[in-house]
């Protein structure tokens, strides 16, 4: 088989380890991928900012982080002794029993021998006379490849919101991203939380068990429902042993790769009376099932989404004592399923404690940051800690914190300032081999991730195969193939209701200057369809590529 190893550089060349493939990220997608391509017998190295394996899961430590896709459909499904050996102990695992997982997996393939640690990729440049990628570090150190991969995640550029002094709090202050390895204690604390995404409907109920005194501040509610979590049993442990192999057939078969999916009436074919008890059975019900697993037109018909979201508004109205509370806590600028929904555990009971308050900063907008805590409009409060849970610059983020480089110096960051524009959401026309895991416009987007991510990699793995038998070493898209998967990511997105709706979805961060326009980001046709695309491109001899 030809070699994949980069021509040699000219002698005055800053010195850089060589290998056939670099990964950038240790998280779900860079440790699988790394397991494949060592199996092909390639060079691999993997560069990692943070101190471990686990990527999301080594990073997002906060309280109350857990799953939302049930823990046996999260998993990887390559390893049949893996599926063997490792036992969820709860249907939704928190982030503790995630990250021992990673910890075993990269431990039973000896992964780490093959990774470097508290290295971030700052800069990687294409040199189209040696036809291969060199990437330079923060701090320095560099590396040079035939093939360089991005597995840094749709959910790891951590933002920050945009208040002014925020430096000067003189408290403790946490993002949620980035918390530290040891137990906070709030026990007697004034706590503050900003934001109320997902991450915060995890986090606000458990601070709230030991807190002193808790305030939320809230601009945007969404519809939470609840996530029903409960510890796995013997019995069903033995279920789910037993049953991998139709578990991870139904997530193939499901648009978005859980173990629910779509219900195939419409929400107004069926008697109010029925459609009634059909939202109670889902609410009743553990994980995405209200989402995912729903009448098959509530998130592309505006009046079949109204009868959800009627539903879920009372439910809230239901669960939270106070009326003005509720009426903060209920969303009316947007329809149920049109923004991520978080799932919750308790979130609506946690305001009818008396040390909880909920402030909506749409009628008291946050000023700044004091040394002391936070001063809105009309009230300067005062805490000991300040926890923002403010979210991510979503899909992009992480690529354009990298200063990529085509050939002739031409910026990805650039490129993409009008929105990506991909082919397959795994590669880039003018980017020769480089291969975007989970990148824009991929369907992992969209989806129980672990399941598209190992489609992602088997699908990159077989191209690698195939190169290597067919003796090239370069491939690109072409400019039509990609402009037709952008249009297709455009069209398949367009029917569905949440691209009328400013989220970060659509690409949208409040606290980002540039994130203000919606742009599509997600591939929205469905994890079967976009396996099949990408079946086919790779079954005719990976059309719309060009190798060289
Ligand atoms: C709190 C939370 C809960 C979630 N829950 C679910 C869930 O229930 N179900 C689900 O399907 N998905 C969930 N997700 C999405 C989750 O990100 C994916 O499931 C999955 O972990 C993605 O794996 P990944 O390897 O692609 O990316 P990540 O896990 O994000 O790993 C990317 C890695 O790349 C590294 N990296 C990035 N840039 C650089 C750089 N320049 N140099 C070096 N290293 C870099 C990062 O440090 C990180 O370790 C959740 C996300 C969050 C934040």
Known sequence: MPSFQAKTPSANAVPAAQYDAIIIGAGMSG??????????????????????????????????????????????????????????????????????????????????SDIEFNCRVAKAAYDEALNCWTIDMDGGGR????????????????TMPNIDGVDSFQGAAFHTSAWPHEPV??????????????????????VAKTVGHL????????YCTPLHNRPIDDETQSGIKAGYAEIFEKCAKSYGGFIHDVDRRKALEVSPEEREAFFEKLYGEPGFGLWMGNFRDILVDQDANDTITQFVRRKIGERVTDPDVAEKLTPRDHGFGTRRVPMETGYYETYNQDNVLLVDINDSPIKRITPQGIETSDTRYE???????TGFDAITGAFDRIDIRGPG??????????????????????FPNLLTLVGPHNA????????????????????????????????VPTAQAQDEWTA??????????????????????????????RRFLLYAGGAPAYREKCNDVAANGYEGFEFG
């Open 185 to 206: 204690d709030f026990a007697n604390k004034r706590v503050a939380v900003i934001g109320t995404g997902a991450t915060a409907v995890q986090l606000i109920p458990e």
């Open 143 to 158: 590396a040079r490849a035939r093939f360089l991969i991005t597995a840094i995640g749709p959910l790891s550029a951590s």
């Open 383 to 389: 805490f000991d800690i300040i926890i923002y849970a």
């Open 215 to 222: 305030t939320v501040f809230q601009r945007r509610p969404n």
């Open 31 to 112: 440790m699988y991928q790394l397991y494949r391509l060592r199996l092909l017998g390639m060079s691999v190295r993997v560069f990692e900012s943070g101190g471990d394996v686990g990527g999301t899961w080594y990073w997002n430590r906060y309280p109350g982080a857990r799953f939302d896709s049930e823990s046996y459909s999260y998993g990887y499904s390559f390893s049949e002794e893996l599926l063997k050996e490792w036992e969820w102990q709860e249907h939704f695992s928190a982030q503790p029993e995630t990250l021992r997982y990673l910890n075993f997996v990269a431990d039973k393939f000896d992964l780490r």
């Open 409 to 430: 110096g031409q910026s990805l960051k650039e490129k993409w300032a009008d929105g990506p524009k991909t082919y397959l959401g795994l590669q880039i026309e003018g």
């Open 488 to 517: 297709h990511v455009h069209d398949s997105a367009a029917r569905l209701l949440f691209t009328k709706v400013d989220s970060w979805f659509m690409g949208i961060n409040s606290n980002l200057p540039g994130r203000q326009k």
């Open 444 to 475: 992992a987007t969209f989806c129980n991730i672990p399941r598209c991510i190992e489609q992602n990699v088997d699908w990159v793995t077989d191209l690698m195969r195939y190169m290597k038998d067919n003796g090239v070493s370069r491939i």
